[in-house]
Each structure stands twice: as structure tokens, then as C-alpha cells.
């Protein structure tokens, strides 16, 4: 080779880095199959959130990803989402139980974000949410989080107790941690929504500063009968007949006594520790886009990490680029295949 074309070659490759850093956003990358992105500006800077997703039906893979763009663009937390990931092939699929790397980093987080369901993980990866819950540190939970683990009758588990029927730990984590497990649709799935309604008792919560009286979302009205006194009720979820937010709620009695919707749980951990938690069971993609439904869950996270006297007047929840999220609902094995989804795609820039 000359040294004409070797100077050549190196110049080639010089143009190739700089264009490669030129198009990258180095705020957001995946590692392990986690996709991290970089608290930005905002009061909560130096503290960290973990999203852990995984369920088949609400989109957890998009609605979670959107918030940590929210978190950290627009409030500066450092923002981490897991995924279920297909061990064969590396991409997301929430039909795989067994598998959410990277839960490791639970060791540095300040908070946890909890979306997932029947899920069965290794004791090892477990370990970590263990870890994390016996430090009484704070937890949200969406949806499906009040049923997050299942295991079978005979499983070998130390952690089988977490099962959401479990008798052992009455209820399992969702009822342990979050204040009550799976008890059953109030409303009907994918053909009622749910309007909810501001607790008049708890108007004046900090959490609910700047957020609407009334709340719409997609999805049906979970059950929910294990609260006690203790726990915070800030909204009660009302059946509507439609899915449509101009549909006038129900008169057949199923909201003669609405369902809690959105509360604060003090819990104890396996250690004795004490923590907090928020659980809302509303949550899918499409429910986020009401705007004051995701103030209320970015006022939620303010709270639980320490920041409830710096809850703005109005939090600004504005979409960081584009949202556009897709019908809940579940996928085949081969549908995931060809979505060929990875962390990144959910990333700043996306695919």
C-alpha cells in the first residue's frame, strides 16, 4: 500500500467517527438490552428511575419508554427501562416471562417503576427487585403490577410468596407492596373505559397539583377490594359503557361504590423496612395520552423521591418528539418477530 492511500484510508476513517458521533444522540443508549437516557435539566438531577416492563396486553414498551423522555428531558431524572427480551433472537417480546436483563442496575436507582405481569424470573435477576424492596425504597405500579409475578404450585422459588395468590404473603407483592393483587375487571375489557374522579377528601394533595378533577382513560376498571384506611385514595374509577370520554357512566350499578383508582400504600418489606408506593390501574399506551393523566404520574414520582415541595404549579408533561402510540392488546410470538423490536428504537432518536 502507498503512503498516498494509506493517508487516504485514514482520512476515510476519520470522516466515518465523526460522522457516526455527528448523528448519534449520546443522551440515549442501550446497554445489556436497557435502554438509559441522561437526565437533561430539571431539579432532579442525580437521581435515577429503573422502568421495568413487561405484559402483553398495554404497551408497556411505549408508554415507559415515553416517560423516561419526559423525566429526564424536561425534570433531569436519569432514566433506565428493561424490557422482556426473547433470549433467542435479542429482541422485545413481552411473551417471554423469564427474561428482563439488566436489573442489576436496580443497585443505584432511586425509584422503581414496576409495569409487568406473570412474570417468573430467575431467583438471581428476583434478587434484585428483592434487594431493592427490602431497602424500603419507593415503588409506582401500573396496571398489571398488582399481578407482576406468578409462579406454580411446586416451584422451588424463594420467592414463590410473591405470587399474586399467594397465602404465604397474602396477595403476593402487588397486595404487599402496592396495596392489593389481582381481583378481576369491574369494567369490560377493550369495550368499557373508565372515568375517573378526584377524591374530594384528598383534593388538596400536593400530587394533584395542576392536574384535572376528572381523568379519562382507555382501559376497563380493575376490581380492587384490599385497601384499608391507611391508604390514600386520590381518584375513584367510574365504568363507562363506550370508549369514548363523552359517554355518560353507567346506571346498572357497578359505580354505586367506584373502585380505587390511583392511591398512595405505606408498606413493609420481607426485612421489616418500610417504604412507599403509588399504584394506578389505568396504564396502557393510549391512555397516556391524556395530559393530565401523566402529570399526575410525573407529580406522583416528585413525591415518592423526595421532591414533593418542588411539584410545579403546572409540571410540563409535553411528549420529548413524537408519540403515537399503538392499540392495546396482545401479539403472537411471530408478530413480535417481525416488529423486531430493540431498547433503542424507544430510544431519543429511534429507529
Known sequence: MTNKS???????????????????DTRSFAADFRLEIKGETGPAIGKHIVFVTGEEYYRSEEGMPMFAKILSQRHGFDCTVLFSIDPNDGFINPNKPHYIPGLDVLASADLLVLFTRFRELPDSDTKHIADFINAGKPVIGFRNATHPFRYPADSPSKYASWNFRSTKWPGGFGQQILGDTWV?????FQKEAT???????????P????????LFARTDVNGVNKLTAGDTVLYHGYVLPGLRRSDSTVTDGRNDSPMPWAWFHNYIAPSGEKGRSFCLTAGSSTDWLEEDLRRLVVNAVYSLTGLEEQI????NVD?????????FGSHTDEEWKILSLEPMDFGLVGR
Open 6 to 24: 494509506l493517508s487516504m484510508g485514514i482520512a476515510f476513517v476519520h470522516f466515518m467517527v465523526l460522522a457516526s458521533l455527528f448523528f448519534i
Open 195 to 205: 372515568l375517573a374522579r378526584v377524591n374530594s377528601q384528598h383534593a388538596a394533595h
Open 184 to 188: 378481576s375487571h369491574h369494567g369490560k
Open 319 to 327: 411528549f420529548v418528539g413524537s408519540y403515537e402510540p399503538t392499540a
Open 312 to 315: 410545579p404549579a403546572r409540571s
Open 207 to 214: 400530587v394533584l397539583q395542576g392536574v384535572a378533577p376528572e
